[in-house]
């Protein structure tokens, strides 16, 4: 039974005639070369791993740890086979006392990939002398203990071999070193591959250190990493890719190294192959051979009539090939019947097109016939009047083909305009006649001028000239279209970038403003802009306090819209014209206005980066008093309420002065109440945003001690009031008693 342990193995061997092995006053430690240091115990066993034709040492140190001597007096013996050998370090007889050591070398040079055991017994003698004392005499006794140092071998030798698969048949076929992978025929540029094992057949782990391939059409994927360890039975498989690139056979040579042992060559071998099209007009006797790109003419035909030719596409190459296309173009040139396709062709197969050219227009046309890759030169002659169309764009005339004709503009700076001459001519051969001009889309960036009166009738060879204007509102490509009769043609032009915007200033308060008042506000260009121009002006509003809610436009809201009119200067809002009122609120807050600037045409931004704003601020300021009432009258008190408002959101007291009526008198005609808890509490909370710094404050008043015959009513004649923040005391406002 063999159990591994780090790449060793104990092994108890039977059939050797030894002595089972037992304890013994001795240390083993085993050093293999590339491997770390192993205890072993007496009788234990360690693999080796070699090649067929190589060897592998092992070193084993035994370290004596009895109390006595020992004595080595004869080599070491090994039973099994001769693949194994073993020798002491040192000449004999070797005696080693207490911590001293001897050295076995073990040698395993395999003949084979079999698996090998062996053992190998290293006999010792033990003297060990014992004293006694007794009485006044002492005494001594030698025991004398025979022993062997018992070690199991297992020998292991790695053997490579080669087979190969191909993906046609998925065949398993061994390959012998230096023999060839025949990859199959294959198309040029296509790809046919073969899978290359490298199995390790023998009983010990192996090392694969390189796999390489020559330049060429050959080459390999899913190289493992290199050096790769392939344990017994286990296979490297990599991929073989044949891609040729001609026509012909080709050649490669893989090459494989080990560790050890000689290295393998596999010989490739394949053919490229591929189809070949050739092309014969039909309609020559006898037939004409043709090559790309031609050309293949047409016989003249009136418009609307067709005339044809028919080509013969022969397959001469070695390979079978597939027509997988057909195309023609322009629409004038048609196949006659349709064709199945892809359409495969063995060699010498033929397939037969059959072409009509039925033009619309008189005039030269030229077409292109397209066969997979191959292309031809279509050409034929329409009978008829052409209409030829042309413009001029820097002194230079570009005439328009008649495969989507188009007029491109020059870039032009949007506010500014670029006109064209745009020519039409008859160069055909009866007049033609022309009954409706004119430009898509409406209202567009493109307009005419100088149209001819219609119905307009050419000669042949007789033209006329119209403007065409096209003046960009947006930046980027605008298209339209230019249309004679059933004739389009792209007009294509592209706007860049408006002059940037001039300066402007905002008119309003500046500084500070007074608080709960309705300032107006303006924006005024400082020179004329050459197209409409629309914006908007937002509030914004910052601070240490709630934003007061109350600050917007006199036309609701913090963002107001506005035109200034092309040419002009002033901003105009609505129905309000150049002046906007805007509330102040009444909350100590900075407030800020910033613009924004379009063009009203395109909608081209037009703000500057860092745009001018107007920016003022409500100041923080004692509270300002609105209104005063009595209300809950009664004989014997009522309550005062007053309304105001605090900029800085905070109420510190209020002062109340009682004025008594002539021939009474009051216990107290002063009062001060302390509003910080309330006013704290109030502006706090969620409910006071919405008012900003507005506040209303009732103050009860109950007197007691009156007559039955008195009144507070009659005692008293009327209440002034102050309210305090922070900042110090509001303006009185006096309130008479009824």
Known sequence: MIFRRGGLASLLLVGFGATAAG???????????????????????????????GSQTLQIVATYTGTGQATFASQPTVFGPTAFTAKLTGSLPIMLSQGGSVTMTITFTPTSS?????????????????????????????????????????????????????????????????????????????????????????SGPGTVTGINIGSGA???????????????????????????????????????????????????????????????????????????????SFPSVNVGQTSSVSIRVLNSGSA?????????????????????????????????????????????????????????????TGLGSQLVYSYSANGVSITLGSTSPSVIFSPVQVTQS???????????TLPATISNIGVTPANGPYSLSGVPSLPVTLAPNADFQLGITFTPTTVGYSNGTLMLDNTSIALVGSGTQPPPLPSYTITGPSGSATPMTQPTVGLNLSNPYPVAVSGTLAI??????????????????????FVIPANQTAAVFGSQGTQLGIQTGTVADTITLTPAFNTQAGNIPLTPNTPTTLQFAVPSSPPKLIAIQLSALSTTGFTIQVTGFSTTRSLTSAAVQLTPAKGYSLPAS?????????????????????????????????????????????????????????????????????
């Open 114 to 202: 079999a698996q090998s055991q062996a053992q190998i017994d290293l006999p010792y003698v033990e003297t060990v002398t014992a004293t006694s004392t007794g009485g006044s005499a002492t005494t001594g006794s030698t025991t004398t203990n025979n022993g062997t140092i018992a070690i199991a071998l297992i020998g292991e030798a790695p053997s490579f071999t080669l087979s190969y698969i191909l993906q046609a048949n998925q065949n398993v076929v061994p390959l012998q070193p230096g023999g060839t992978i025949p990859l199959p025929a294959t198309l040029v540029g296509a790809t046919s591959q073969a899978a290359l094992n490298i199995t390790n057949t023998g």
């Open 418 to 428: 670029q006109q064209l001459m745009f020519d039409v001519k008859n160069s055909g």
């Open 540 to 561: 914004g509003i910052s601070g240490s306090l709630p934003a007061d809610q109350a600050v917007q436009f006199a036309t609701g809201g913090t963002t107001a819209s």
């Open 218 to 296: 050959f080459t390999l994927q899913e190289i493992p990493l290199l050096p790769s360890n392939v344990a017994a039975g286990q296979t490297i498989q990599v991929l073989v890719l044949y891609t040729p690139t001609a026509v012909g056979p080709n050649s490669g040579q893989i090459t494989i190294t080990f560790s050890s042992g000689p290295s393998f060559t596999v010989n490739l071998s394949g053919t490229g192959v591929a189809p070949s099209f050739t092309y014969q007009l039909l309609t020559t006797t006898p037939a004409t051979t043709i090559t790309p790109p031609g050309p293949i």
């Open 320 to 380: 079978s090939g597939t027509i997988s296309s057909i195309s023609l173009a322009p629409q004038v040139f048609q196949l006659a019947n349709p064709v199945q396709l892809p359409q495969m062709l063995a060699p010498n197969g033929s397939l037969t097109l059959n072409l009509n050219f039925t033009p619309t227009q008189p005039g030269a046309v030229n077409g292109t016939l397209i066969v997979n890759t191959d292309t031809f030169t279509l050409t034929g």
């Open 23 to 53: 304890q013994i006053p001795f240390t083993l430690l085993a050093t293999q070369p590339g491997q770390s240091a192993e205890t072993l115990q007496n009788g234990g066993g360690i693999t080796l791993v070699a090649p067929n034709g």
């Open 670 to 738: 002063q009062f001060t109440i302390d509003l910080s808890q309330i006013s704290t509490v109030w502006f706090a909370s969620t409910a006071s945003n919405a008012s900003g710094g507005e506040f209303t404050v009732s103050i009860p008043f109950t007197f007691q001690g009156l007559t039955t015959t008195q009144s507070v009513l009659n005692a008293i004649t009327g209440a002034t009031v102050t309210i305090s923040n922070s900042l110090g005391a509001s303006t009185s406002l006096q309130t008479p008693v009824p």
